[in-house]
């Protein structure tokens, strides 16, 4: 057995084929938007599905990136 096809990350959205990590590195990117993210990795723009999947992801990549600035900069909330 090919153990590296386990090491696959799970696509988020099978139709385009983004997985959690597409969503990451175009947030890191310069994705600060649903919409630049979703131009950018062309998620949700099949059937539709993942459409909360990938926003609940998003979110979480923003909020994450956000915490990542305020911690550079010395700032609590
Ligand atoms: S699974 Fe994402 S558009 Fe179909």
Redesign the pocket.
Known sequence: MDLACLMRPRKL????GVSRQDIAEAVAGGADTFRKLIDKTH????????YHEIYAAFREEREKAAAQLTGQMGLKF
Do not use: R
């Open positions: 959205c099978l139709c385009k998620a949700t723009t099949g059937c539709g599905t993942c």
